[in-house]
């Protein structure tokens, strides 16, 4: 009885197509079960968090006592030394670098190929393809080994343009994975009717195929973003000398040195973990609609 | 599509190519290659044969860490699923059932996945500190004192203490996943479900499941790759050396200490066999999937 009621309710209140929402009243005890779930989830999403923020502001006895209480009053030496003594501006400027060089470097290889695998047929498009798409799943970490042997030989020991290319081929697999369906997308019409106008081949890239797929470029660069920004494995294996550090390496570096000031530990990694966060508070829906894109041709 | 000579469309496609042949895809092949050698990262390389995986599967100081390195991993992959994937899959339903705020949780929940990992663990180091660490003093101080204890460093508990931790982090992904895969199932097969009386719980067990099985399998994929390669989280919390008593060593800290030596010299050839095994076993789960793929889609008629 109480569900033809609701449907009433809806259909009158209403008159787009039911919706199987439930928002009415007699959810209410369920929906508050709800809520709880997402206040407990929150709040172990938000304690690591939020302990690494207010223990960056305590004194180090402060920690040691009131490890969970808000600070009494606001102490800034842990972010004093991490600045002054800690080379963290390098850091961030070398994580900087490498991060924007690879997102340009995938961005502009990844569009050309994609657009040739996309629009072109010809005999080995579907092999490159599944060589490209291989390499989202392919464990590169294993590949170290030779790549120790290669970044040497070009002369790349300790600096950032090895991590740079290694990023960036990281990066093409899942560029390709996005764009090249895309691209396949577009429309035939569109494409004769720029043909008839005289454009083809690079023009068409140019003036029809880049606009299109820009929203997507957009994801792209962040699917490409994280895992450059906040690796830590290749920089351990490849950078040496303080100045050429990124900022996870940076971090364990100096994580090392003070690990029993905790108040300057916490400062760093407070700093260190915001950059990533606030992007993403910004991007919210390109990060999610980035991930996304993975599973929903899957 | 239009047909276009393979040389006019080559320099589109080189780039991209180049980089992803040489420093992708063919170190992966030569790595594994270098484990028919002996190298000490400098000197000259030994052809040995399979002498390496001869030793890593016979000589003891070697197949203990091995087997050891599989259970451990084992277990790793179990606790994820465990901590991570459920949970993001009950998760995902409540949000997707779009009470008010849905939105804002799901964002919420994303928020880890955006942190290094390597922070996640040093952060979570000091979390567990047995001292004066926050978490074992919350518990303390809410009555739950058995949870009060030195969890990073007994053999016991420090694996399952890593595996919570990097679930933490990164819940959100798998999340997501699901998320987008149940806003893919036409609206129509559940409003048609709620009208014959399907409550949400049932929509859930006979409807979502079911046509979820496909992201499922992706997810557990991801989660077993990443799993058998991962070494940062445990390389944080407790070093290369993967204590205590090597009760949280995986194949990726054990390769990243043979191969580039922590304590002794590296020995590189070795460190390629042990890669040569963790390709293979992920390979053998790539295969899995694959077949498992094959198989929903006759169970389902697609």
Same mark, same amino acid.
Request: proline share 12%.
């Given at each position: 009885m109480a569900k033809v009621q609701s449907l009433v309710s809806t259909k009158i209140g209403n008159?787009?197509?039911?919706?199987?929402?439930s928002k009415h009243f007699r959810h209410a005890g369920r929906n508050a079960l709800i809520y709880i779930v997402f206040l407990f989830q929150s709040f172990v999403v938000i304690y690591p968090i939020f302990i690494m923020i207010i223990s960056s502001f305590k004194s180090n006895l402060e920690i040691y006592k009131n490890p969970n209480g808000p600070p009494q009053n606001i102490y800034l030496q842990g972010y004093v030394k991490a600045f002054v003594r800690g080379t963290f501006l390098i850091y961030f400027r070398n994580s900087i670098f490498v991060t924007l060089c690879t997102i340009v470097i995938v961005l502009l290889v990844a569009s050309l190929a994609a657009y040739a695998l996309g629009r072109y047929k010809f005999r080995g498009n579907s092999t490159l393809y599944f060589f490209f798409l291989a390499g989202i799943i392919i464990?590169?970490?294993?590949?170290v080994l030779n790549l120790f042997e290669v970044v040497r030989a070009l002369g790349l020991y300790n600096n950032l343009l090895a991590l740079i290319l290694i990023y960036s081929a990281m990066g093409v697999p899942m560029a390709m994975f996005i764009l090249v369906p895309l691209i396949r997308q577009i429309p035939q019409d569109l494409v004769d009717a720029a043909e008839m106008d005289g454009c083809s081949g690079w023009g068409l890239f140019q003036h029809i195929v880049i606009p299109l797929i820009r929203p997507s470029l957009g994801t792209v660069a962040i699917l490409t973003f994280l895992p450059a920004w906040n690796d830590f494995f290749f920089p351990l294996v490849f950078i040496k000398t303080n100045e050429m550090m990124t900022l996870p390496l940076g971090v364990a570096t100096l994580f090392g040195q003070f690990s029993q000031d905790l108040n300057t530990a916490f400062s760093v990694l407070t700093i260190a973990s915001l950059p990533p966060i606030l992007f993403y508070l910004l991007a919210s829906r390109q990060f999610i609609k980035g991930i996304m894109a993975g599973s929903l041709k899957g | 599509m239009h047909k276009k000579s393979f040389w006019f469309l080559l320099p589109y496609i080189l780039p991209a190519l180049l980089i992803y042949a040489s420093f992708m895809a063919l170190p992966l092949f030569f790595s594994l290659r270098l484990s028919l050698y002996n190298w000490n990262g400098i000197g000259p390389k030994i052809y040995v044969g399979f002498g390496n995986f001869v030793k890593l599967f016979t000589e003891s100081y070697w197949n203990t860490q091995l087997w050891n390195v599989i259970v451990n991993n084992i277990k790793f992959f179990i606790y994820f699923n465990l901590f991570q994937n459920v949970p993001a899959l009950i998760l995902a339903w409540l949000i997707f059932?779009?009470?008010?705020?849905s939105v804002f949780f799901r964002n919420l929940f994303f928020? @880890?996945? &955006? !942190?290094s990992i390597i922070m996640v663990g040093f952060v979570g180091t000091l979390l567990l500190n047995p001292i004066w660490g926050p978490f074992n003093n919350l518990m303390k101080a809410i009555g739950l004192d058995f949870m009060n204890r030195p969890w990073l460093g007994d053999p016991k508990t420090a694996l399952v203490a890593i595996a919570i931790i990097g679930s933490w982090q990164y819940i959100g992904i798998p999340i997501v996943l699901f998320l987008s895969a149940m806003e893919n199932i036409p609206d129509e097969l559940i409003e048609a479900a709620h009208i014959d009386g399907a409550t949400d719980l049932g929509v859930f067990r006979y409807i979502l499941v079911p046509l979820l099985a496909p992201v499922f399998g992706i997810v557990v994929v991801l989660t077993f790759v990443g799993n058998f390669t991962g070494f940062e989280f445990v390389y944080a919390m407790?070093? @290369? !050396? $993967?204590? @205590?008593?090597?009760? &949280?060593?995986i194949f990726g800290t054990f390769f990243y200490r043979t191969a580039f030596?922590?304590? $002794?010299? @590296?020995q590189v050839g070795l460190g390629a066999a042990i890669a040569v095994c963790m390709f293979i076993i992920i390979s053998l789960m790539i295969f899995a999937w694959l077949r498992y793929n094959h198989w929903y889609q006759q169970k389902l008629g697609i």
């Open positions: 008159l787009k197509t039911l919706s199987w929402n464990p590169i970490r294993l590949g | 059932l779009n009470l008010k705020g928020i @880890p996945v &955006t !942190m407790e070093g @290369p !050396m $993967a204590g @205590p008593s090597y009760a &949280t060593d030596g922590s304590t $002794a010299s @590296p």
